[in-house]
């Protein structure tokens, strides 16, 4: 799994499998972020992702975006989200690009 650092509170990285959370919760990670929707091709279903979470004690939350349309309200449930979850939180999706610009144009708009 290739987690990308981005600052001391968040990190993204590619899909995720059930089988590799209690590896999230051991590297220090409070809680994940799911930014692929489930219909995508080779999407886990996120509903896996989130009982292993639950499970490692970690929080969870599904916030999907569509590759290459991120919208105005993508940028503000994601920040609202962020906000919201114990810290450091992995978000995560094909490759993680989706992710990190999601992340990018939340800074942004923050100003």
């Known amino acids: 799994m290739d987690i990308r650092q981005v600052n001391e509170d968040f990190a993204v990285t590619g ?3 059930p089988v590799q959370v209690a590896g999230i919760a051991d590297a220090g990670f ?8 489930d219909t995508e091709d080779g999407a886990v279903p996120h509903e896996a992702v989130e009982e292993a979470a639950r499970k490692a004690g970690l929080e969870f939350r599904f916030l999907p975006v569509v590759s290459g349309a991120i919208t105005e309200e993508n940028v503000r449930d994601m920040a609202a989200t962020l906000e919201s979850l114990p810290r450091p939180v992995l ?14 144009l939340m800074r942004e708009m923050e100003g």
């Not at 409070?30 to 929707?37: D, F, G, L, M, Y």
């Not at 978000?91 to 999601?102: D, K, P, T």
């Open 15 to 17: 899909q995720i499998a």
């Open 30 to 37: 409070r809680s994940i972020v799911c930014n692929r929707p």
């Open 91 to 104: 978000a995560y999706c094909r490759s993680g690009a989706r992710c990190l610009n999601l992340y990018t």
